[in-house]
């Protein structure tokens, strides 16, 4: 049975799964919950999570929610999935191995009838996977009331709300850019430390990247000036962005076409209110003038 | 080398870590950080946690931080630790496994010269373990957001903001209690659905039983009747905390043993303002028949 991700593109999370399941050459159906719609409030959604929020997903009998633990999941689940992701496959450790140690790791993935076993030995005293997996876990931790926290505050008061029926509001928006500085401030200084291209100075995409990368896009929808203002100091998330939308490609901009779309129609209604706004100032202008 | 553990036992997430680690038996030090004296911002402590939140581990060369995060490292790395807390240690899975799967396990622990050996080896499609940890990770995300937000920003604007030099905020302890009251909801419908004792329907409490019960313990701090108002509509989560309590005993006493005195103090400080209002209420009564 096909896995079956229930997703809106809007969603950061949502994206974070849909690009993880393509880029892994999962198997799976796509199901929108469209969340203008309030989709996700019907009682067949709310059935599969009860705290109406995507992605969901459904595989054979086993349904799942909240993004990480999805990504965590389909990591450990699908075979296929390449060990930088989650650092799930069992394999020789080359590096950081304290010399106490002794480590043998032999994987064997394999087909028995018509099922997909997985066959792992492993023998470790702390192994180096444990500690890489520990550093993933700690970042997606620390992701929920940071970096979502502040960006959603931010581009929902400044942009996005009233798509999904909630007004603009400054003072809200104010804080939310506090805390998403604060939060890209901690990425540029310590997440991106070291030479590596990715979070926790790896040299390849982990879910962490994956996850907090897909939040940080949903700034391309809010104001040119504003995304300046909040990205522009910060030069290595810049140069991070770059490297993990070149390491999703082509599932990047495939998965991020309907966002870009949203920022088209933004800045049309942006430029219709600002032309708008000058043709009323020159008439107020003339009107003061006669 | 001895884990070390930083925190501050008014903390949840640390209360939580130091349980954890003294019902498993793990050898650790307890390293007090202090946060009414804002020890936190000590370069010393942002050397281990740049974020300046506790609880943080020290673990031989390695380090971690984010609560979560620690309590599935520690599930993993010692080997003591009872299976149920996180799913982690290899047995035979006597339940829930689809007729389709052929399930075998077969967990070793052994010394090896003078370090922890641990030797693992098991055959299996989506065992058990990988859907009872999937569930797992999702109580815990799902926490960051709903229980933790909630909570903390009620029993912040309520009662504990001037011990952390934060001003008491009515409107935002109304918002605190709202998403507190719903999380509740969520835990009594959802996450306690089932015969179990505990959540997700188990008979033993896991790593997100305990990170969850010292998050609402901390309500112990608030006015009794505030308590009672929020707690009252949630017969199962009053049991499930009972059955939480019975289940970390005697560690649970002794580890909120600080908040208990904490509640007793502002309890005098309440009663005292109470009297000291009466005094100035009847002299104010006097005063206005003169």
Chains 1, 2 share one sequence.
């Not at 409030?41 to 086993?62: C, H, Q, R, T, W």
């Not at 106490?100 to 018509?114: A, E, F, G, P, T």
């Not at 000036?225 to 909040?230: A, G, N, P, Y």
């Not at 495939?254 to 779309?261: A, D, R």
Request: proline share 5%; net charge positive; glycine share 4%.
């Amino acid at each position: 049975m096909r896995l079956k991700v229930y997703a809106d593109r809007m969603s950061e999370p949502s994206r974070a799964v849909v690009i993880f399941c393509k880029i892994n050459g999962i198997d799976f159906e796509e199901i929108k919950v469209d969340l203008a719609k309030r989709q996700q409030y019907s009682p067949e959604f709310k059935e599969l999570n009860p705290m109406s929020k995507v992605p969901a997903i459904v595989d054979g009998k086993f349904n799942l929610f909240e993004s990480h633990a999805i990504l965590i999941y389909l990591a450990c689940a699908f075979p296929g999935v390449a060990d930088h992701w989650y650092v799930i496959a069992h394999q020789f450790i080359p590096d950081y191995v304290p010399c106490y140690m002794k480590l043998l790791k032999i994987c064997v993935i394999s087909w028995m009838q018509d099922n997909m076993i997985l066959t792992s030995f492993h023998i470790s005293r702390y192994p180096n996977d444990l500690f890489k997996r520990a550093k993933i876990h700690s970042v997606l931790d620390w992701h929920h009331s940071n970096l979502r926290y502040g960006a959603v505050k931010f581009v929902q008061n400044v942009a996005l709300g009233p798509a999904l029926g909630l007004p603009l509001n400054p003072e809200a928006a104010a804080l939310g850019e506090k805390i998403l500085s604060a939060a890209l401030d901690k990425i540029e200084s310590f997440w991106l430390k070291g030479n590596g291209k990715f979070l926790l100075g790896s040299n390849q995409p982990s879910i962490a990247d994956l996850s907090l990368f897909c939040e940080i896009m949903q700034l391309e929808v809010v104001d040119e000036k504003d995304r300046t203002r909040i990205l522009g100091p910060h030069k290595k998330v810049q140069q991070w962005i770059e490297n993990t939308k070149n390491a999703t490609r082509p599932h990047f901009d495939e998965v991020h076409k309907i966002l870009f779309k949203v920022k088209e129609r933004l800045q049309q209604q942006q430029s219709v209110a600002a032309s708008s706004d000058n043709t009323s100032s020159t008439k107020t202008t003339l009107h003061s003038k006669m």
